[in-house]
């Protein structure tokens, strides 16, 4: 019914930034949160940053000042701008929407493939 698909991964040097983009689509009446997940190996999937419908923005301590999210709502579209990379930032990131959709009336959390983001020392 919805679908998310990630691009803008990939590698980078330390004090590097890359921008990951995250569209959805499908069914979408509309969309309440959209954000970032990351997983890097070894290590517990943790919340990176969300964006709400309402315009607020929260990021994870150890990226507060680095990264920006933003949404383009007309596009259903997410961003993660990545500025200043650390080695440590390298991770799968994945990106969720929690979508109304047309034939539900409360939100359910779709994810993205993920992508790769490497930060080289």
């Known amino acids: 019914q919805v679908q998310l698909v990630e691009s803008g991964g990939g590698l980078v040097q330390a004090g590097g930034s890359l921008r990951l983009s995250c569209a959805a689509s499908g069914s979408i009446f509309s969309i309440e949160v959209m954000g970032w997940h990351r997983q890097a190996p070894g290590k517990q999937r943790e919340s990176t940053a969300f964006?709400?419908?309402?315009?607020?923005?929260n990021y994870v301590e150890s990226v507060k000042g680095r990264f920006t999210i933003s949404r383009d709502n007309a596009k259903n579209t997410v961003y993660l701008q990545m500025n200043n990379l650390k080695p440590e930032d390298t991770a799968v990131y994945y990106c969720y929407a929690d979508v109304v959709t047309k034939y539900r009336g409360y939100p359910s959390r779709y994810w993205g493939q993920g992508t790769q983001v490497t930060v080289s020392s």
């Open positions: 964006a709400t419908s309402g315009g607020s923005a």
